[in-house]
Structures are given as structure tokens and as C-alpha cells.
């Protein structure tokens, strides 16, 4: 969708697990345009909290590692600094 208000491309979070990483999200894509509403859903265990948590950089640093891209609006919130994304939360971008 080339005008997607939120773009996931080829998302992976995995977390560390006996001192190895394990994916637990493999290889997410979608696009949410402007006023679309989405609905995740799924069986208990199968990523979406982890999903969304990653898509907010939520998840506890250090034990997980996001991979891919998550465009919001054009930038790329893989790369800002948790101060900018502190910003973003709540503002541009939230959950419930």
C-alpha cells in the first residue's frame, strides 16, 4: 500500500533464549492506510501482543531483538532513539 499510515515489513522479534536468540515473531508484513481500523487476532501464544509490543518498542531491551522495518508516516522507528520514541508513544502511534 503506497500510502500506508503504518508499514511492517518483514518483522522478527526473538528473545534470548539458554543463551541463543529464538525468533517468536517470523517474518510479519502489512500495511495500515489512513482510517483503516485492524483487529489482530489469533490463537493464545501465537505473537500478536509481541507484535504490537515490537511495533512500540516495548519489549524489554537486552533479552529481545527487532528486526525488519516499521514505517510510521515514513520513519523508520527502528532507528530513533527511545527518547523520540518516548514522543511518538501516545501521540502518534498507541495500543489498547
Same mark, same amino acid.
Not at 510479519?28 to 489512513?34: H, K, P, W, Y
Not at 505473537?47 to 528486526?67: D, F, H, Q, W, Y
Given at each position: 500500500? $503506497?500510502?500506508?499510515?503504518? &508499514? /511492517?515489513?518483514? !518483522? ?9 536468540? @529464538?525468533? #517468536? ?18 490463537? $493464545?501464544?501465537?505473537?500478536? &501482543? /509481541?507484535?504490537? !509490543? ?9 533479552? @529481545?531483538? #527487532? ?30
Amino acid at each position: 500500500m $503506497s500510502n500506508a499510515v503504518l &508499514s /511492517v515489513s518483514n !518483522l522478527v522479534t526473538s528473545f534470548r533464549l539458554g543463551g541463543r536468540w @529464538s525468533p #517468536v515473531v517470523n517474518d510479519v508484513s502489512f500495511d495500515i492506510g489512513t482510517r483503516e481500523t485492524v483487529a489482530v487476532v489469533g490463537e $493464545s501464544g501465537s505473537g500478536k &501482543s /509481541v507484535t504490537a !509490543l515490537s511495533i512500540m518498542r516495548l519489549n524489554a531491551p537486552g533479552s @529481545s531483538k #527487532v528486526e525488519g522495518s516499521i514505517r510510521l508516516e515514513g520513519k523508520e522507528l527502528l532507528s530513533l532513539s527511545e527518547a523520540e520514541m518516548r514522543r511518538i508513544r501516545g501521540n502518534e502511534i498507541a495500543m489498547i
